[in-house]
């Protein structure tokens, strides 16, 4: 959670100030102060969520704070589709937990492709329809960046997510082998990101310029920062720096 | 017009040739790198971005409620089923309850939207090919529905229609009966469409067997909506993951079998019928009481991630929202029908004509707005 919280900090320092002042009557808003300024408060929702995530892959601890009210992550229990993974992959399969009735499995990278294969193929599984492929920063964390698959089988009627923790040093192997769709969605992480594909057909950049430098949807990369030198080359439009 | 004999004495040589991004039937700035033998299709690379307006990183930097109106700007054509996408995601979130009279209007508005939509795809997609009264016809009987757009929310495009926990505000008065003088003449409209087009013999032959693909496939290269049920494939988020009250309604799924344009041509054809099913549903039961449901000034889900997808005319648009627990989103993911669906260009338009190119890209309804984003 103070991961969390400095990873959010600077954003939050311009605007934040006078979003919270218009929220004076407003229940939730003086929430992410408390959880600076009275440690009272926060020891309780801590003890929870140590418990939970106890045995939780780094990616997950960041992302939960359990609250007096609204919903939380729940590990799943007797989930077929849980067990058969684990029997499969017993190392592999890091949790399995259940927010707002939408199903998230977290599997480390050395399986990934395997753990997606095997979604696809195996017939209890059948997760035919990869209805997308995106990335979080995580800029704090140990491992930076979570890669999350959502996937869909027509014949079962099921959703589920699928999460992967991918280090700033580390590719993550391309699944364009295993759904077509694939492609372009990784082409969009790696453009915006910066995440590398392994085995990718024709990785390169897809909504920006061939020739940008930088990732924009990266947490460091600040909505007001371009690429000065692109901009003068093919905009011919140069600027002071700020 | 797909079967070309190979030329047998006459040597050719690939060519590369450039379409758009500024032209007129790429509706948008879209870019396709061609490479012809002769007038036959060997590969097409699309080139997108021109329009990328980096709305997934405003985001981040805007609260949840600032967020709404740059999803208008995604999909422009369909503006209002976009907001209501992200809408059912943070009310999910927050657990914010909207009143049944706020719920059915909602889906009345998505619908009619619907209606516009393919509309619009209607109007370009038949001038595309060569049927200018269609065209004309068509933004007619559009101009009726962005008239109602205006009444309700004051924009005729760039709708901003809902806000977190319902609607702005109530129907101004006399719009439900304007909505059922729409529903009740609107079908004979569909008629004289189908009569220009649905039997003409140059509309079958420029549209029939022409990019074909098989449900499998579609499904492997990750269409949704109407090319997706072109091609005989039973997904339509409104009865495979009912959100909003959908399931509350009857209306029928139109499939096609073939999986070419002529198919997908005829399920959006029939889906505006549907459409008006719903919204005729909607107008006999739609309760009276507020339109908007208690929801905080200031939006902040808890710590947790859900995925919003709906149906909306061009396919599968979903949301995927990342809460911090902040007043802004850590991180909202647009999964956009289009950007998805028109990878597989390149598989559609192969061994076909250049002048098949033109069919193929109307037929998948692309918004370049919302491929770029």
Redesign the interface.
């Given at each position: 959670?103070s991961e969390?919280d400095k990873?959010?900090e600077p954003?939050?320092s311009e605007?934040?100030a006078v979003?919270?002042s218009?929220?004076q009557?407003?229940?939730?808003?003086g929430?992410?102060e408390e959880k600076k300024v009275s440690t009272d408060s926060v020891k309780p929702d801590r003890s929870v969520t140590t418990q939970k995530t106890a045995g939780a892959p780094p990616t997950k601890v960041?992302?939960?704070?359990a609250?007096k009210?609204?919903?939380?992550?729940e590990d799943l229990v007797d989930n077929a589709l849980l067990n058969g993974l684990q029997e499969k992959f017993p190392k592999g399969v890091l949790s399995g937990q259940s927010?707002?009735d939408?199903v998230?499995y977290t599997v480390t990278l050395d399986v990934l492709y395997d753990v997606l294969l095997y979604l696809r193929d195996d017939t209890d599984a059948d997760y035919?329809?990869?209805?997308?492929l995106?990335a979080?920063?995580h800029l704090d964390n140990e491992e930076r960046f979570c890669l999350?698959y959502?996937l869909y089988s027509?014949k079962k009627?099921s959703?589920i997510?699928v999460r992967c923790a991918v280090d700033e040093s580390e590719s993550a192997p391309s699944v364009v082998a295993v759904?077509?769709?694939a492609?372009?969605?990784e082409r969009?992480v790696y453009d915006?990101f910066g995440i590398k594909f392994m085995g990718h057909p024709d990785l390169k950049?897809?909504?920006?310029?061939d020739d940008w430098h930088g990732y924009?949807?990266r947490k460091d990369?600040d909505?007001k920062l371009q690429d000065q030198a692109w901009i003068g080359k093919h905009l011919r439009i140069t600027r002071t720096p700020e | 017009m797909n079967s070309i004999e190979e030329p047998t004495v006459l040597d050719t040589r690939v060519l590369e040739v450039n379409m758009g991004p500024q032209h007129p039937s790429t509706h948008g700035v879209l870019r396709v790198k061609l490479k012809l033998d002769g007038e036959k299709v060997v590969d097409a690379e699309c080139i997108i971005g021109y329009l990328h307006r980096g709305i997934e990183k405003i985001s981040e930097n805007r609260s949840y409620i600032e967020c709404v109106p740059y999803y208008d700007r995604t999909d422009y054509i369909a503006a209002v089923s976009n907001v209501y996408g992200y809408l059912l995601g943070v009310e999910k979130m927050m657990g914010i309850e909207v009143p049944d009279r706020g719920r059915y209007i909602r889906i009345m508005m998505v619908e009619l939207n619907r209606i516009a939509s393919h509309l619009l795809w209607l109007a370009t997609h038949a001038i595309d090919i060569g049927a200018m009264t269609v065209f004309l016809y068509c933004f007619r009987e559009r101009e009726e529905i962005l008239k109602l757009f205006e009444a309700l929310f004051g924009a005729r495009l760039t709708t901003h229609a809902f806000r977190v926990g319902g609607l702005w505000k109530d129907l101004p008065s006399g719009f439900e009966r304007e909505v059922g003088k729409f529903v009740d003449e609107f079908p004979a409209h569909i008629d004289e469409y189908e009569q220009l087009l649905t039997e003409n013999r140059i509309w079958l032959a420029r549209t029939k067997g022409v990019g074909v693909i098989s449900g499998e496939e579609a499904i492997e290269w990750g269409l949704t909506g109407p090319p997706l049920r072109g091609s005989g494939v039973d997904y339509d988020l409104r009865k495979a993951r009912p959100y909003g009250g959908y399931d509350e309604f009857d209306f029928d799924v139109p499939l096609g079998e073939n999986g070419d344009t002529y198919d997908r041509y005829v399920a959006r054809v029939e889906e505006m019928r549907q459409s008006l099913r719903i919204i005729q549903q909607v107008l006999d039961r739609l309760p009276d009481g507020p339109v908007r449901g208690k929801a905080p000034k200031i939006v902040k889900p808890p710590v947790g991630e859900y995925y919003s997808g709906i149906e909306s005319p061009r396919g599968e648009l979903g949301y995927y929202i990342v809460s911090d627990g902040s007043a802004r989103p850590f991180r909202v993911r647009i999964r956009p029908p289009t950007f998805i669906g028109l990878q597989a260009l390149r598989r559609l338009v192969k061994g076909h004509l250049m002048a098949d190119v033109i069919a193929i890209i109307g037929t998948l309804d692309i918004v370049l707005g919302e491929v770029d984003r």
């Open positions: 959670m969390e990873t959010q954003p939050k605007e934040g979003q919270e218009e929220s009557e407003d229940k939730q808003s929430e992410s960041a992302k939960k704070v609250k009210k609204g919903p939380t992550y927010f707002l939408q998230t035919d329809y990869l209805v997308d995106t979080l920063d999350v959502h027509h009627k959703f997510r759904w077509k769709t492609d372009w969605m969009e915006l950049r897809i909504l920006l310029p924009p949807l990369y909505i | -």
